[in-house]
Nanobody, 118 residues
């Protein structure tokens, strides 16, 4: 069973920064592509950023390019999301997601809330 635990959410002012962390229970962490998704009230869950198992490849949603950075530390079995220049529209519950290579099984954390005050 893959367990994912997010942390780092909180209240920040517009223009501020936060770093989210997601720690995993899997021992073969480098075999998993990791992603951050978010879901705002009344909206669908959307992909924010994705990073490959080795960390060599990353992808970002257009609305966070240049502001957010995804990274991972396979030795710590953790993935991070550095969020800068936060906007009120970035407020959402942020979820950590994992998918093992060659698998279609999705694994989700419980989420961490990010609130951005204007």
């Amino acid at each position: 069973q893959v367990q994912l635990a997010e942390s780092g959410g909180g209240l920040v002012q517009t223009g501020g920064s936060l770093t989210l962390s997601c720690e995993s229970s899997v021992s073969t962490f480098s075999n998993y592509a990791m992603s951050w998704y978010r879901q705002a009230p009344g909206k669908e869950r959307e992909l924010v950023a994705r990073i490959s198992g080795t960390g060599e490849s990353t992808n970002y949603a257009d609305f966070v390019k240049g502001r957010f950075t995804i990274s991972r530390d396979n030795s710590k079995r953790a993935v991070y999301l550095q969020m800068n220049s936060l906007k009120p529209e970035d407020a959402a519950v942020y979820y950590c997601h994992a998918r093992r290579r060659f698998s279609s099984a999705d694994h989700w954390g419980k989420g961490t809330l990010v609130t951005v005050s204007s």
